[in-house]
Structures are given as structure tokens and as C-alpha cells.
């Protein structure tokens, strides 16, 4: 399962399309058919998570010449299959502080905002499990 933070134009769309997107935490193995949580980068307008869906398509980003360290970066378009009723962003995550703790919400905040760049990350099943309750 994999989550993204990410500018999102429209959080009630019934697709997103990101363009090369910074991949971190596994987020480079994301594929068509994983399912994918959206969150509405705070940094960007947005208000945190606002949907879960389908990857419809995922394409590595070719790496720019003349740069020797790039992160992976890859574009995707994601089917909408829910969308939130309870609110969770940076605020509801930020409290979590305690990165060993091996709570779901912590797992969160060190993957999506510990830094402030958008992002798609690996998550693991337990945090899938706690996002998935927000639906």
C-alpha cells in the first residue's frame, strides 16, 4: 500500500493525475493496481487525506542528465474508489513524535511530514488499516 502527499486541484475528483512525483520509504515500487491514499498537501492549499484509490497508471520519470544524486520520481493516475469522512493532516498527525513507538499515526507523520516536500511513500499494513477507518 502506498500513500502520496501532493498538490490536489480538486480532492472530490474521480481521478488524480501527478506528474513526477518524489518517491521515499519504497514509494519507487508503487504499480498499476496498488491502491494509493491521497493526501491534499496542507503546504499546497489542501486539508490532508481526501481519498483512497486505484493506481490506473504509474511511470517511472527518467532521470535528468548532469545531475549525479536524483531521488526516483514517477507520474500516476489514480481512479478514485472513496472518499474521506474523518479528517486527518498534518494537525491530527503531528502530536505522534515518537518514531519508534510503532503506532500506524507516527509511521504516518515521519513519512508525510517530517519533511515538507510532497511525496509517495511505501506505508505499512497497519497504517493502511488506520487510514482505511477514515473512510
Not at 490536489?8 to 504499480?31: E, H, L, N
Not at 486527518?88 to 516536500?117: C, H, I, M, V
Request: net charge positive; with cysteine; hydrophobic share 40%.
Amino acid at each position: 500500500m502506498f500513500a502520496i502527499k501532493a498538490e490536489v486541484g480538486d480532492p472530490w475528483a474521480k481521478s488524480f493525475s501527478f506528474t513526477a512525483q518524489k518517491t521515499m520509504y519504497g514509494g519507487k515500487q508503487i504499480a498499476e493496481g496498488d491502491t494509493v491514499f491521497v493526501f491534499a498537501s496542507e503546504n499546497d492549499g489542501g486539508q490532508g487525506l481526501c481519498a483512497r484509490g486505484i493506481v490506473i497508471s504509474a511511470e517511472a520519470t527518467a532521470k535528468r542528465c548532469g545531475i549525479a544524486r536524483q531521488t526516483p520520481r514517477v507520474s500516476l493516475i489514480i481512479r478514485c474508489t472513496a472518499l474521506v469522512k474523518r479528517r486527518l493532516g498534518r494537525s491530527e498527525l503531528k502530536p505522534l513524535k515518537e518514531w519508534n513507538d510503532e503506532r500506524p499515526g507516527t509511521e504516518l507523520n515521519f513519512k508525510l511530514y517530517r519533511q515538507a516536500t510532497n511525496k509517495v511513500v511505501g506505508i505499512s499494513d497497519k497504517a493502511a488499516a488506520f487510514l482505511d477507518s477514515h473512510f
